[in-house]
Each structure stands twice: as structure tokens, then as C-alpha cells.
């Protein structure tokens, strides 16, 4: 991928759809043609089909019996005008050949050319007639080998679970162009400016070609009108009459425009690594939310939080056993303001939460912490090693989760 190319990971959401759509045509395919089997075997009849190749082979017999005697009459015929061709005068004898003798011979060999022709017609027919009957006799054994080696209780398993798997497929579809919709609503004006940028830069290339042009002129030009023409060329085109300044000015322009496609790769990459986390459960670090800046503000932030995730996360929230003192109330004092829409712990007397809260959601990968520390000392546990800590900011009122998109106000 060059390096402003849309991030991949944009391209595979944007090609998930097509896939599994891919996927689930060929699965309904299937499960078409294996429904058309089981039906087919089971409307089946083995004793009918037995029947008819009994018919059958009992036809192709008498039409080979037919075949053969047929043969030997159309060999009698060719024998029978092989001698009366030997009876006909030679052609050198022409005087010979209009004796009442030799109009009989003429006429007869006649009459067995009709009769071969005719023989030949009827035999070719009869073979015709014998091949079909000899597929169809063997079509229909293995139609019979076909039905004994068809298993149906596999089959049926096997049509339950490609339904069932088309069903899934189907919420996978859903699923992803849904997924696929939201992002391209979030990142809409992102492309928009990738799309105006990338445009911007093509025109700036193509200055620089057109420059390199002049300048490439300029040095196959024979004398100095020749330079000065091409000079004035360059002005009118591009308001300056030096091609290496536009080169100059239009190189500037380009990696300021890259730079800011780099900007709007992060971005689009940043959003769309949210839509790809999933999130189930946020273990907060109780003690940070109480502070805006230096300044300790108690439950407020936490409060108008805890209601806004209630719809959306099962939340649990941890604070230090410092808290108490703090807010000059109890355990349950703490619970009751939270509410019961989240899970409220404080942490044993003269202890921080810190391992509590990276205890808690260490095992579920789709568990996150909600935080502003970084547990750099304690990197051995795989919820500090995979990132999954999410970071906030209290300022004016505001409880603000970039990551989670969420933008709360409290009093």
C-alpha cells in the first residue's frame, strides 16, 4: 500500500459485504441443489426404475436381433448386385448395350441400388434407435447406483446446517454493511478531504510535468528568441517564466498536502479502531473521575457518566480506600449516589485500586479499563499490554470519552 493510501483496515470493512454476499450465494447454491436431491431421492421409485431398464434391455436385444438380420439382407442385396454388374457388357461394347438382355441387367442393378439405398436408410435408423436405448437403459442404472449410494440422513444433516449457516451468513451480511453505513457516515467528510487532497496533488503533478516540459524545451532551444518564447509560454501558463521555480513552488505544495493526507489517514484509522473494538464491559478507575485538573469535584463527573453508559456497557466502578475520607461519607453512601445501574467497589482500607481494577478486567478481552493511568509498572498484565485502557478528560462540566464517543455534561 503507498504510503496515503486509505488505511487498510477501511478496505476490509469495505470489502466484507461483497464477500460474505459472495459466500452466501454459493451456500444458498448449495443448499438449492441439495433440498432438489433429497427430494428427487425420496420421490425416487426403484422398482419402476428397475422396470424400465428391464424394458430397455430387452428393446436394445431386438433391435440388435433386427440390426443383424438386417445386415445380412442389405449383404445378399450387395451380392446379388455384384453379379449382375458382372453380367453387364463392357462400355468399350457400346453395341452391346442396347440388346434387350442388357436393359434388363441395367434396369435390375437399378432396382437393388433403390433397394440398398433404402436397407442402409432403415439399418442406420435402427442403430440410431438401438444407441439412445443403450443410454437410456444406461442412464438410468446409474440413476438406480446413484439412489443406493445416496445418504440421506447425511444429507438432510448436512442441508440443516448449510440453512443454518446461510441464516448466520445472512446476519453477518447485515451486520457489516450496517457497520460499513456507520462508518461512512463518521468518516464522510474525512474521504471528502482525502478526495479534495488527492485531487489537489494530481493537479500539482501535473504542473510539474508541464514545467519539466518547458524546462526540457529551454534545453533543446537552438538560440536565445527560441528561450525566450518558451519563457513567455511558462508565464502565460503558470504566471512566473521560470519552469524550475514551478517545480520548486509545486513540490512545496505537494508534501504539505501529503502531510496532511497522513493527518487524515490517522484520523480515518482512529475511527474506524473504534468501530472495530468491542466493548462489553468498562471497569473505571473511580478516584481519577473525581477530579477536574487539581481540583476535587466528588461524584458529579461520575454520576452524570455512569447514567449515560447505563444503555450501553455493563460498567463497574472502583475506587481507592481514600474515597471515603474524601467524600466525608460511607460505602454505601458512595453506592446509593452511583445508583444501581453500576457495580460500586472501594478498595480495602489503606490500599489503592489500581490491581483491583487491572484484576477485574485482565481475563475478558472485551473488558476495558477507563482511566487516565498509564499502570506503566505493571505491564505483566495483559489488559496494560493490549491498550485496552481508555483515557478521558474532565474540563468545563464536561465528562469527554473520545474513544467511546462519548461527550457528557454535569452540574
Given amino acids: 500500500m503507498a504510503p496515503n493510501d486509505l488505511p487498510a483496515s477501511l478496505q476490509v470493512h469495505r470489502s466484507r459485504p461483497a464477500k460474505i454476499a459472495n459466500r452466501l450465494a454459493t451456500q444458498r447454491e448449495l443448499h438449492g441443489k441439495l433440498g432438489q436431491a433429497i427430494e428427487h431421492y425420496k420421490s425416487f421409485d426403484t422398482e419402476l426404475e428397475n422396470i424400465r431398464v428391464h424394458n430397455l434391455d430387452e428393446t436394445a436385444n431386438e ?23 458382372s453380367r453387364q457388357s463392357n462400355p468399350l461394347a457400346f453395341w452391346k448395350m442396347f440388346t434387350p438382355e442388357q436393359r434388363l441387367l441395367r434396369a435390375e442393378v437399378d432396382r437393388l441400388a433403390r433397394d440398398i439405398s433404402a436397407s442402409e436408410k432403415r439399418l442406420k435408423n435402427d442403430k440410431d434407435a438401438l444407441s439412445r436405448t443403450i443410454e437410456s437403459a444406461r442412464r438410468a442404472r446409474s440413476n438406480l447406483k446413484q439412489h443406493a449410494n445416496f445418504n440421506l440422513d447425511n444429507s438432510e444433516r448436512l442441508y440443516s446446517e448449510l440453512g443454518s449457516e ?10 457489516a454493511s450496517a457497520e460499513l453505513s456507520r462508518i ?21 503533478n501535473a504542473d510539474i510535468a508541464a514545467a519539466d516540459r518547458f524546462d526540457q524545451e529551454l534545453s533543446a532551444a537552438a538560440n536565445s528568441y527560441e528561450r525566450a518564447q518558451i519563457h513567455q509560454k511558462c508565464e502565460v501558463k503558470f504566471g512566473t517564466r ?39 464491559y468498562l471497569v473505571i478507575d473511580g478516584n481519577n ?22 444503555s450501553r456497557y455493563k460498567a463497574t466502578v472502583v475506587f481507592d480506600a481514600s474515597i471515603r475520607s474524601l467524600l466525608k461519607t460511607d460505602t454505601q453512601g458512595i453506592e446509593r449516589a452511583l445508583g444501581s445501574t453500576v457495580s460500586t467497589y472501594v478498595a480495602p482500607t489503606k490500599t489503592a485500586a489500581d490491581e483491583y481494577i487491572l484484576k477485574l478486567a485482565n481475563e475478558n478481552q472485551n473488558t476495558y479499563i477507563l482511566s487516565n493511568d498509564r499502570y506503566a509498572e505493571y505491564h505483566e498484565y495483559d489488559v496494560v499490554k493490549s ?8 474540563a468545563d462540566n464536561k465528562f469527554m470519552i473520545n474513544d467511546i464517543d462519548i461527550l457528557v455534561n454535569f452540574q
Fill in 184 to 204: 461512512e457516515v463518521t468518516i464522510r467528510s474525512h474521504i471528502q478531504e482525502y478526495d479534495r487532497l488527492k485531487s489537489s496533488i494530481a493537479t500539482l
Fill in 387 to 394: 491498550g485496552r485502557c481508555i483515557r478521558f478528560m474532565i
Fill in 242 to 280: 521560470s519552469p524550475k521555480y514551478v517545480t520548486k513552488d509545486r513540490s512545496g505544495q505537494i508534501r504539505s498536502l501529503e502531510n496532511n493526507l497522513s493527518k487524515i489517514n490517522r484520523r480515518i484509522s482512529d475511527e474506524i479502531r473504534k468501530f472495530d473494538r468491542k466493548i462489553e
Fill in 166 to 175: 446461510i441464516k448466520r451468513l445472512e446476519e453477518d451480511y447485515a451486520t
Fill in 289 to 310: 473521575t473525581c477530579y477536574e485538573g487539581q481540583s476535587f469535584i466528588g461524584l458529579r463527573a461520575i454520576s452524570a457518566l455512569t447514567a449515560e453508559l447505563a
Fill in 63 to 85: 433391435l440388435s436381433k433386427k440390426i443383424a438380420d438386417k445386415d445380412k439382407i442389405q449383404k445378399k442385396i450387395f451380392q446379388e448386385l455384384r453379379e449382375v454388374k
